[in-house]
């Protein structure tokens, strides 16, 4: 058998965590409906709402504020649609949270060149908008890791009367955060993103808050979210977060291949380097090599890594992110994304640093024939 992939794409999703499907085996194994009130569904129970007090106790909220939700997606379009009267989003935003706050006729809010939003901007928009203004900015971004000054912003919404939702999908498992230190109003987890099955996630919304369902039909989730709960997805979902990891470790991995990347190429350029990360992000372009090129060049090489954005048909697009960043075009569209995780070793990243060498030489004897 060939060498096994070098696996750099932890921001896409993460390998689930041997206790996550050690915990989901067990939980599929019940029998019972969690809504039913005989003993198999009593068991069924518990297993839920214990899962639901492990979310908590790992965001800082009450057991109460978490709602269940098949993904980070639909936790986040629940936050938008369901919540506020007017929407504000930043220009980095996913597009889970992009594509619903432009369906009720939301308003973009510029950032800078790190991709933070602009407070003032915000402020100016705030004193315009219907209350209350529901703004939605998320903790980390997926693309260059830059953290957000979250807890500054909720502060500031509040003041002008607004509500505010945190995408956390990013952040979960990588930072510690707490739901009521943030201040916000909202945020959304999602599951496979720090360890846990894909096909899960939640909305944290604060309590004696409203927000209308998506999904109807059963009074789940306190009615707020309809359907019958996946088990299953929920209790490894929990088990997943229980894991701590040595973030500090996968850091100095992290920026020992900057560094490396750097001195073999100095006109390469690592987005929102300046700013707070996360300690697993690194968004860099090779300028001269298409993001395309480079990912199936790399993917050859068994080195598993990302473009700064890609959709779901699997097609590199340019990133929305840079450009809001108003990153040069040529910049742009020849990044690409490394995230690292708790699986990832030194020789993944000297793997990486090969194949992609060999990209850099490519660009430096273009660049030295033009």
């Keep these: 058998m060939g060498e096994a992939i070098a696996y750099l794409d932890y921001n896409a999703t993460t390998p689930l965590r041997p206790s996550a499907l050690e915990a989901m085996t067990a939980a599929a194994r019940l029998m019972g409906n969690p809504s039913s ?15 639901r007090a492990k979310v908590a106790a790992a965001v800082g909220c009450a057991v109460a504020e978490v709602i269940f939700t098949s993904g980070g997606t639909e936790a986040n379009n629940l936050a938008v649609l369901g919540l506020g009267h007017s ?83 990013q952040a979960l498992g990588k930072i510690t955060f707490d739901f009521r230190k943030l201040g916000v109003d909202s945020l ?67 920026d020992r291949m900057e560094a490396d990347i750097a001195a073999q190429m100095p006109t ?24 395309e090129t480079q990912v199936m060049a790399l993917d050859l090489a068994g080195v598993s890594i990302s473009a700064g954005a890609a959709c779901s048909s699997g097609k590199v697009a340019v990133s929305h992110v840079l450009e809001a960043m108003s990153v040069a075009p040529e910049l742009a569209v020849s990044a690409i994304r490394i995230s690292l995780g708790w699986e990832t070793t030194a020789r993944d990243i000297d793997r990486f640093l090969t194949a992609w060498s060999a990209l850099a030489e490519r660009a430096l004897t273009a660049g030295a024939a033009a």
């Design 268 to 291: 390469a350029r690592i987005f929102g380097q300046s700013a707070p990360r996360l300690p697993n992000t690194t968004c860099v372009s090779l300028p001269g090599i298409a993001s």
């Design 87 to 169: 929407v504000l989003y930043a220009a980095t935003e996913h597009d889970a949270v992009r594509a619903p706050a432009r369906a009720r006729g939301g308003e973009v809010i510029a950032v800078d060149g790190n991709g933070l939003l602009d407070l003032d901007i915000l402020e100016d928009h705030l004193k315009k908008a219907p209350r209350p203004a529901l703004v939605a900015v998320m903790l980390a971004n997926n693309e260059t890791g830059v953290i957000a000054p979250i807890a500054k912003i909720a502060d500031l919404a509040h003041r002008h009367g607004g509500l505010v939702h945190c995408d956390a999908i």
């Design 188 to 254: 959304s987890l999602s599951a496979h993103k720090a360890g846990g099955p894909k096909g899960g996630g939640a909305l944290i919304l604060k309590e004696g808050l409203e927000i209308a369902p998506l999904i109807r039909g059963g009074g789940q989730e306190r009615r707020r979210r309809a359907g019958t709960e996946n088990l299953p997805g929920i209790v490894g979902f929990a088990a997943a977060l229980e894991v701590k990891d040595d973030w500090d470790a996968i850091q100095a991995m992290r």
């Design 37 to 51: 009130a005989h003993a198999a569904g009593r068991a069924a129970r518990r297993a839920l709402e214990d899962a």
